[in-house]
């Protein structure tokens, strides 16, 4: 059987291939590249014979995931290979841009002009190690690989199944893995498939400035935003007193949330990045001398062990403090300041509810229409606060969408074996150093499998994200179901995001498909 991608060079060309089909986050690109995944897989013999076993998983802002199966009648034991195959834009490529995708040419353009870039930058483009282009790194690497395991599983039979699972909307949304979650618990139930293990292939990710180090992973670090609405009372620049500026509030808040190690976790060595804010500004239109009286701010917060729940609380606290140390301030130059409530969302939408009727809030969520959730979340909650003026000086704390749960198999006995002899591997047979770490840092929708927290964090986060369940949801329950030891190893690769986004060559041709056979056979296959 003639094989089309099991050599380096023909791996090499593939990923070339690959990256030329612009699939920008939120594009047409995005929408058609399913297509060209499905004829490029059927240019194996075994999908042309069993191309049901192709399929397409429809996601609610109607774009495809890709679930293409080798299935074994030996057994049933399967392996999910995970990746995405959507792309951050190609506007940080300037005078570049024109060859963003081309692999090729964008490498003889940043060798005509070596000039444009720093002295480590400019050592790798003269090296010739390194493939340039967006969604080289991330994670058009990982897909490429994924492929030639799958037509290697194919070409000899191999006694297990292998689900190769490719997204779209992963730097945005997730609403890809949201969607594909779903239909694939209900796939695995159906046919009684014995889930052994959830493989993602995204890139190594720096953990410093110029970092060289090569590592794998043996879990995700997780993602919340929570955030805070306040509402003031508006009045004349000339009368300030008369009124409370949100401004004041909203900058408060903010200089005692960013940066709070309070909101920071710490595990074994590792340790999640200071939270900062993603957003703040108030919500004056134009120019006029009226103060502003609404003003939002959302934070991004990594999580390790903790549960959206836990965050939540400890973010409430800050921010109840907080107002409370404003309002000691403030107490010394207003004569009579109004108390200044704070309250969760779950707690507004009851009060709402209560005084206004269950159809009137319900035509608030209903008839709000903005795409961007963020956006909807701001605007419903400005509306329930107009709704009467009893809300004067008001903070609404919430939680806003995307939400990353944290995953880390790292503590279990296959994931322990397998990270110990993907090392040695590594190190016997390319000299190349690696090293494991719990939490893969750059965010990935391996967060959207084996979850493991209580109910009551589900309860937490969809009562205090506003549209959960009209514009945005999470799959609790079948992420539940689609439970087993996950771990992420890609291929070396630098600056993802990044006009000089590059991977390495040997790497994602050569060593790390060794790799992944070599721990396939061993663990799964010559058992």
Not at 131 to 154: C, N, P, T, Y
Not at 217 to 239: A, Q, R
Not at 329 to 348: A, G, H, M, R
């Amino acid at each position: 059987m003639r094989s089309l991608w099991q050599t380096p060079e023909d791996r090499l060309n593939l990923l070339k291939e690959l990256v030329k089909q612009d699939s920008i986050t939120n594009t047409v690109g995005e929408v058609n590249f399913p297509f060209y995944i499905k004829q490029t897989l059927k240019q194996l013999e075994y999908f042309n014979k069993h191309e049901s076993h192709i399929r397409f998983i429809e996601t609610y802002d109607h774009k495809n995931a890709v679930a293409a199966m080798y299935r074994s009648h030996d057994t049933d034991d399967t392996i999910i290979l995970m990746s995405h195959y959507d792309t951050v834009d190609t506007n940080d490529f300037g005078p570049f841009q024109s060859n963003a995708f081309d692999c090729d040419a964008l490498n003889q353009a940043y060798h005509e002009n070596l000039e444009s870039f720093s002295d480590f930058e400019q050592a790798d483009i003269e090296s010739n190690k390194y493939l340039f282009g967006r969604g080289v790194m991330d994670m058009k690497s990982g897909l490429m690989m994924h492929i030639s395991l799958l037509e290697k599983a194919i070409n000899e039979s191999w006694p297990l199944n292998i689900i190769l699972l490719t997204v779209p909307d992963e730097e945005v949304n997730s609403s890809g893995m949201r969607s594909a979650v779903t239909e694939l618990s209900k796939f695995i139930e159906q046919e009684n498939l014995n889930l052994l293990l959830i493989m993602n292939g995204e890139p190594a990710f720096s953990q410093f400035p110029n970092d060289e180090q090569y590592y794998i992973y043996t879990g995700s670090i997780g993602k919340i935003m929570p955030s805070v609405f306040v509402y003031g009372k508006e009045t004349h620049v000339g009368e300030p007193l008369k009124g409370l500026s949100a401004n004041y509030l909203i900058s408060r808040i903010n200089s005692e949330i960013e940066y709070n190690p309070l909101l920071t976790e710490q595990y074994k060595d590792e340790f999640t990045p200071l939270p900062v804010s993603l957003y703040m500004k108030d919500l004056k239109d134009e120019y006029n001398v009226q103060t502003p009286f609404m003003a939002v701010s959302y934070y991004n917060v990594f999580l390790f062990e903790q549960s959206s729940a836990q965050v939540f609380k400890q973010f409430n606290s800050i921010v109840k403090q907080t107002v409370d140390a404003c309002t000691n301030d403030l107490q010394l130059v207003f004569d009579d300041l109004p108390s200044i409530k704070v309250i969760t969302y779950e707690n507004l939408m009851q009060n709402m509810i209560e005084k206004h009727g269950q159809s009137v809030i319900e035509k608030i969520i209903e008839e709000t229409n903005i795409s961007d959730e963020r956006l909807y979340a701001q605007e419903v909650i400005q509306q329930l606060l107009l709704l009467d003026n009893s809300n004067d000086y008001t903070v609404v704390t919430y939680l806003n969408p995307p939400y990353y749960p944290s995953v880390n198999s790292g503590q279990q006995k296959l994931i322990k074996s397998i990270s110990k002899y993907a090392i040695k591997q590594m190190k016997k047979q390319f000299d190349r150093e690696t090293q494991k770490i719990y939490y893969f840092n750059g965010i990935s929708d391996l967060s959207y499998v084996n979850y493991t927290h209580e109910a009551s964090d589900e309860h937490i986060y969809s009562s205090n994200t506003p549209g959960f369940g009209h514009t945005y949801d999470i799959p609790f329950d079948a992420m539940k179901k689609l439970k087993a030891p996950v771990i992420n190893i890609g291929a070396f690769g630098k600056d993802a995001h990044q006009l000089t986004e590059r991977i390495d060559i040997k790497s994602v041709s050569e060593e790390v498909p060794y790799v992944l056979n070599k721990i396939f056979h061993k663990f799964f296959i010559d058992k």
